[in-house]
């Protein structure tokens, strides 16, 4: 099963501040990684697929990258209403896995 | 627009079983590889099972794998999860979700239901 660790755990930033999510894989997953964002008591969200295609509707503010093992999540200027959960997931082998999450949180 | 409601959800002992239902509507649910994904009281998310369009084919996780059947009536626009032999740590929300490609699942989940909670204790 291929694990994906997640950092930091919590963010804390401003709003208009720049947020780096990083998610990285215990082997290589190519480009099948996928990310999520949820808000309490909502339904995940995607974001972003194989690593750097953003899903219908999400802003341009939200970009990935990377490859192999290391990935990034950028949102580039902080809106109020990005402040909530992120997780990863890879679709490169079964079992479909997700990584813990990192809480991006209002300074 | 594309609608996914679940239901079924409940308390129920070890030991014992449930089947939970998602409602689809606004696209062509025969179309499209479908999913349910889980999220224990406070943890992250766990894939669980998908099944092809068709209906023909599906893979589990191993946590799952023996106890929880997932099925589809392409002429009902319904997904089905039939669980069995409950344990504890099968407390979770399930959540269903739409594949994000067509006819061969492409393995990431767009959209998502907003879920049905199971509680399994004695």
């Known amino acids: 099963e291929i694990v994906l660790t997640q950092s930091p755990a919590t963010l804390s930033l401003s709003p208009g501040e720049r947020a780096t999510l990083s998610c990285r894989a215990s082997?290589?997953?190519?480009?099948?990684l996928a990310w999520y964002q949820q808000k309490p008591g909502q339904a995940p969200r995607l974001l972003i697929y194989d690593a750097s295609n953003r899903a219908t509707g999400i802003p341009a503010r939200f970009s990935g990258s990377g490859s192999g093992t290391d990935f990034t999540l950028t949102i580039s200027s902080l809106e109020p209403e990005d402040f909530a959960l992120y997780y990863c997931q890879q679709r490169s082998s079964w079992p479909l896995t997700f990584g813990g999450g990192t809480k991006v949180e209002i300074k | 627009q594309v609608q996914l409601v679940e239901s079924g959800g409940g308390v129920v002992q070890p030991g014992g079983s449930l089947r939970l239902s998602c409602a689809a509507s606004g696209f062509t649910f025969s179309s499209y590889g479908m999913h349910w994904v889980r999220q224990a009281p406070g943890k992250g998310l766990e894939w669980v099972a998908v099944i092809w369009d068709d209906g023909n084919k599906n893979y589990y996780a191993d946590s799952v794998k023996g106890r929880f059947t997932i099925s589809r009536d392409n002429s009902k626009n319904t997904l089905y999860l039939q669980m069995n032999r409950l344990r504890a740590e099968d407390t979770a929300v399930y959540h269903c979700a739409r594949d994000l490609g067509g006819s061969t699942p492409y393995n990431y989940f767009d959209p998502w239901g907003q879920g049905t909670p199971v509680s399994v204790s004695s």
């Open positions: 082997q290589s997953v190519s480009s099948y």
